[in-house]
Nanobody
Framework: VQLVESGGGLVQAGGSLRLSCAAS????????MGWFRQAPGKEREGISC????????YYADSVKGRFTMSSDNAKNTVYLQMNRLKPEDTAVYYC??????????????????WGQGTQVTVSS
């Protein structure tokens, strides 16, 4: 399993970014995918996920209504569209895979493989 995130960068508050996570070595049909983030000095936080079992998508309250997670199974890629970004969204963003196919509860310890992360910095 290999996961490669991209799309991070520096953006002003109120702006948008789209993160991508390209996966190889497994099929999206079988596994659940999640997006996490970790700010300096804070614990890793689960923010969104898609379950392959039922197709449900989950969002943490901190991003609900601003972020949208989607997947392109043909490309084995998941995306995180981030709108109305805030300085508190600044973090390293990671994608991860859960081999059970269920993405919730969205806790880091449940996830099996991780990408290297991509930095998102939101200036005020």
């Amino acid at each position: 399993v290999q996961l490669v995130e991209s799309g991070g960068g520096l953006v002003q508050a109120g702006g948008s970014l789209r993160l991508s996570c390209a996966a190889s070595g497994f099929s999206f049909d079988d596994y659940a995918m999640g997006w996490f983030r970790q700010a300096p000095g804070k614990e890793r936080e689960g923010i969104s996920c898609i379950s392959s079992r039922d197709g449900d998508t989950y969002y943490a309250d901190s991003v609900k209504g601003r972020f949208t997670m989607s997947s392109d199974n043909a490309k084995n890629t998941v995306y995180l569209q981030m709108n109305r970004l805030k300085p508190e969204d600044t973090a390293v963003y990671y994608c991860a895979v859960d081999i059970t196919g269920w993405c919730f509860p969205l806790r880091p310890k449940r996830y099996d493989d991780w990408g290297q992360g991509t930095q998102v910095t939101v200036s005020s």
